[in-house]
């Protein structure tokens, strides 16, 4: 089952501006977090915001999450051609549960 | 360095094939995870595990079986490979703890069934 939905699908921008990925959910969560994909790889873990937080800051990385709109925002600042890649928020429902995907946005920054 | 190691990056089978992915994990992770992921519709997951000999379905299980004989090692298994299970097969695994932490992914095995 699809939990979360990241918008948009696809976005192109320029080096030096900033990138923001929603992420909308379905259910009450414990914590939202969000993975990268370089194409064909693995992905890697980014940043975990848990459910009582609001905001969380990692880098060049900024993550929101509005529980009461069940929504995340990730922000990367100031982007660079390396961070080309896929980006996917993932839900965790409560304990030891599986993280649950949504279908990514592909980001291309271009030089 | 953490390390999720899967068997084979590419692997090309023929339809009927019984086939294995190896996935294997130095962390001493209890949970393990199978995905596959299709253009389009993101990652899904299969099965996982939370210890040696335990296995649970995930959203997609039909056609694929696995083991865990050992806590390091998880194994994903097409019974009969089939065209429709052509795909990029991703393991994971994480920690247990009382709130889900990040998890760890393998490289990927891009299947291909023909």
């Known amino acids: 089952s699809q939990q979360g939905e990241e918008d948009p699908q696809a976005l192109s921008i320029q080096e030096g501006e900033n990138a923001t990925m929603n992420c909308s959910y379905k259910?009450?969560?414990?914590?939202l977090q969000w993975y990268r994909q370089n194409s064909g790889r693995g992905l890697v873990h980014l940043i975990l915001?848990?459910?009582?937080?609001r905001e969380k800051h990692s880098g060049r990385l900024r993550v929101t999450l509005d529980t009461s709109k069940k929504s995340s925002s990730l922000l990367i600042t100031a982007s660079r051609a390396a961070d080309t890649a896929s980006y996917f928020c993932?839900?965790?429902?409560?304990?030891?549960?599986?993280?649950?995907f949504g279908k990514g946005t592909r980001l291309s920054v271009i030089a | 360095d953490v390390k999720v190691t899967q068997s084979s990056r590419y692997l090309v089978k023929r339809t009927g094939e019984k086939v294995f992915l190896e996935c294997v994990q130095d962390?001493?992770?209890?949970?393990m995870f199978w995905y596959r992921q299709d253009p389009g519709l993101g990652l899904r997951l299969i099965y996982f595990?939370?210890?040696?000999?335990?296995?649970e379905k995930g959203d997609i299980p039909e056609g694929y079986s696995v083991s865990r004989e050992k806590k390091e090692r998880f194994s994903l298994i097409l019974e009969s490979a089939s065209t429709n299970q052509t795909s990029m097969y991703l393991c994971?695994?994480?920690?247990?703890?009382?709130?889900?932490?990040?998890?760890?992914f393998g490289q990927g095995t891009r299947l291909t069934v023909v």
């Open positions: 993932a839900t965790v429902t409560s304990g030891n549960t599986p993280l649950v």
């Open positions: 994971a695994s994480s920690p247990l703890r009382r709130t889900h932490t990040e998890a760890f």
């Open positions: 259910t009450s969560i414990n914590n």
């Open positions: 915001i848990r459910s009582n937080e």
């Open positions: 962390m001493d992770h209890e949970n």
């Open positions: 595990s939370y210890d040696v000999k335990m296995k």
